[in-house]
C-alpha cells in the first residue's frame, strides 16, 4: 500500500478531554469544495493551525502551500500516491494508541463519525469511503478511492449563549442580566431584554440537566455583575398561568418541555392563585417558584434577568 507515514499530533485543547483529535496525513487531493481558506507557513503549522480551529475538519496541501477546509466547506477528496506530491490532512478522534489497521485514514472502517461539542458549538460530520473501478490502457482493472463529507448537524451561538440539546434539536440559551441602572426588575421588562441581541423569547429548561446548567450561569451573572448587595437573586423564565389557580401556563417558547422540568418550591395548585409568573433561584433544590409578575427586589431579594433563548450565529 502506497501510503505516506502516517503524522499524528495531539490536540491539548481541554475542551476534548476524553478523547484526543490528532491529523492523519495520506497522500491525496481535494475534488470538491467551497471557500477553503488558504495558509501562509509550512505544512506543519498548517496542520497545527487545524487543531487548534473549531471547525477545521481537513487540510490540503498545495503547490502554494496549504489549505483550511471547514466543516460544509469539503464535499470530496480523492486518494492519490507518493507521485501527485500533494497531502491531505484528516482531523480525527482516535485512542491514545495508534491503530493496528493501517489503511488511514478512518482504518478499516467505511463511515465514520466525528463530532465536537463546546460551550457555544455543537457539530457532527461523517466521512465515507468510496471506491470504484476503471479500466487502465492495458484493460486492467484499476481501483480508485475517494472520501465524502457529509454535515449531520452544526450549531453555533453567540459569545452570551450556551448550546442545550432538546427533543425539538439544538437551540441556543442566555442567561441575561438587566442593565444599569434598573439592575432589578419586574416580569414585563423580561420579554424587552430577551429580544435584544439576537435574542428571541424567554425560555425555561427542557430537563433537569438543564436546569442546572441554569444555575451555574446564574452564579456567574452575578458573581460579574451582582447589581447590589442583595443575599438572593431570581431570574424570571418562560411561562405565565393562564387564569388565576390554574396550574397550566402558556408558554413564549415551543422548544421546551414547558414545565416539566421546573422543579418548584411550591407546585402551582398550592402557591397563591394570583401570583402568575415563573422565577428561578440559582444555587438551590427546588427552586422554581410561582410569584407576582410585579417583583422587582426589596431588602434581601432582586430579580436580577431572565434565560431567553437566542438566534444561532450559524446552523444546519
Known amino acids: 500500500m502506497n501510503l505516506l507515514s502516517l503524522l499524528i499530533l495531539p490536540f491539548l485543547s481541554p475542551i476534548q478531554s476524553s478523547s484526543d483529535i490528532r491529523m492523519v496525513i495520506v497522500w491525496g487531493k481535494v475534488e470538491s469544495s467551497n471557500t477553503p481558506v488558504p495558509f501562509a507557513g509550512t505544512w506543519n503549522d498548517c496542520l ?4 487548534d480551529e473549531e471547525t477545521c475538519v481537513l487540510t490540503g496541501q498545495t503547490a502554494e502551500g496549504c489549505q483550511l477546509y471547514r466543516i460544509g466547506n469539503v464535499t470530496l477528496v480523492t486518494k492519490t500516491d507518493a507521485t501527485s506530491g500533494t497531502r491531505l490532512g484528516f482531523k480525527r478522534t482516535l485512542p491514545t494508541k495508534c491503530p493496528t489497521n493501517n489503511n488511514a485514514p ?23 469511503e468510496l471506491h470504484y473501478w476503471e479500466s487502465s490502457v492495458s484493460g486492467d482493472p484499476i481501483e480508485h478511492v475517494k472520501w465524502q463529507f457529509s454535515v449531520g ?23 441575561r442580566p438587566f442593565p444599569s441602572p434598573s439592575f432589578c426588575q419586574n416580569r414585563a421588562a423580561a420579554p424587552g431584554l430577551c429580544s435584544t441581541n439576537g435574542g428571541i423569547s424567554l425560555t425555561g429548561p427542557a430537563d433537569r440537566a438543564e436546569a442546572l446548567l441554569y444555575s451555574e450561569k446564574y452564579q456567574q451573572v452575578i458573581k460579574n455583575q451582582p447589581g447590589g448587595t442583595y443575599t438572593i437573586y431570581h431570574f424570571w423564565l418562560d411561562g405565565y398561568r393562564t387564569a388565576e389557580g390554574s396550574v397550566k401556563y402558556s408558554m413564549d417558547d415551543p422548544t421546551h418541555s414547558g414545565t416539566t422540568a ?13 401570583f402568575m409568573c415563573v422565577c428561578m433561584t440559582p444555587g438551590s433544590s427546588r427552586n422554581f417558584f410561582a410569584h407576582s409578575c410585579g417583583l422587582t427586589f426589596n431588602e434581601e431579594y432582586c430579580v ?5 433563548r437566542t438566534k444561532p450565529v450559524l446552523s444546519s
Open 106 to 128: 478512518l482504518f478499516g472502517e467505511t463511515n465514520v463519525s466525528e463530532t465536537y461539542s463546546s460551550e457555544t458549538m455543537m457539530y457532527q460530520y461523517s466521512i465515507r
Open 48 to 51: 497545527r493551525k487545524c487543531l
Open 153 to 175: 448537524y452544526f450549531i453555533q451561538c453567540q459569545n452570551d449563549s450556551f448550546v442545550v440539546v432538546r427533543e425539538s434539536g439544538r437551540c441556543c440559551v442566555s442567561v
Open 262 to 274: 421546573y422543579d418548584w418550591d411550591k407546585r402551582p395548585e398550592n402557591a397563591e392563585s394570583n
Open 304 to 308: 436580577r434577568g431572565a434565560v431567553c
